[in-house]
């Protein structure tokens, strides 16, 4: 079955300062991989998704991820944080197929210091 | 368009009381999702629907926990009897078709304490 590892509970960075968010992904065949991003008392927000092609995705409010099939990785960036991204940020793999098997990490936690 | 809607946005019982909570997806939308998230997880998955039908319920824990969607709409959740571990945000997601390249669209959850 898989599953997603994010390694970083709560990270903290100053504004303007890039950021990385980290991603490993346990997954049999390709993965469909997904960053969603949810602000206190919020539902989550989809930031981007990779399915096949170009291994760089862009999303909005300025995110990035890589997809690295050698490392088993999704990690998110940005290159200039603002204030407005504190909030916590969920990694998600799935299959091909179905919603269903949509797996999430347990999150991180991003504190932007002013 | 207008959003997913949920409700009570707070709801706070004591153990081995009941609790119901209602969804209302986006319009059009045929697949309906109920996620429990415990503080400090991501997102687990309770129950889908696609329209009317459950696609999966293989992680609600159906002696306690009851989902419905009798029109095809709107849904509800409910919890009897409830345990303090129940305490959770229950999240409700819907999305047009139920592959991965249809966005999950989510509420603002109903955030559930047991005491």
């Known amino acids: 079955a898989q599953s997603v590892t994010q390694p970083d509970i709560h990270i903290t960075v100053s504004e303007g300062a890039s950021l990385e968010l980290r991603c490993n992904y346990s997954?049999?065949?390709?993965?469909?991989l997904f960053w969603y991003v949810q602000s206190p008392g919020q539902g989550l927000q989809l930031l981007l998704k990779?399915?096949?092609?170009?291994?760089l995705v862009q999303g909005i409010k300025g995110f990035e991820a890589e997809f690295k099939r050698s490392q088993s990785s999704f990690n998110l960036r940005k290159p200039s944080v603002h204030w407005s991204d504190a909030a916590e940020y969920f990694c998600?793999?799935?299959?091909?197929?179905?919603?269903?098997?949509?797996?999430f990490g347990a999150g991180t936690r991003l504190t932007v210091k002013p | 368009e207008a959003g997913v809607a949920q409700s009570p946005r707070y709801k706070i019982i004591e153990k081995r009381q009941s609790v119901a909570f209602w969804c209302n997806p986006i319009?059009?939308?045929?697949?309906l999702y109920w996620y429990q998230q415990i503080l400090g997880q991501g997102p687990k998955l309770l129950i889908q629907?696609?329209?009317?039908?459950?696609?999966?319920d293989s992680q609600l824990p159906k002696d306690r926990f009851s989902a419905e969607r009798l029109k095809g709409v709107d849904s509800t959740l409910k919890i009897q009897p409830a345990k303090l571990e129940d305490s959770a945000v229950y999240l409700c997601?819907?999305?047009?078709?139920?592959?991965?390249?249809?966005?999950?669209?989510f509420g603002n959850g109903t955030r559930l304490t047991v005491t």
């Open positions: 997601a819907s999305s047009l078709v139920s592959e991965p390249n249809s966005p999950l669209h």
């Open positions: 997954y049999g065949a390709t993965p469909y």
């Open positions: 990779y399915f096949s092609g170009d291994t």
């Open positions: 998600a793999v799935g299959p091909s197929y179905n919603n269903n098997d949509m797996r």
């Open positions: 319009s059009g939308h045929a697949t």
């Open positions: 629907f696609q329209n009317n039908g459950v696609v999966d």
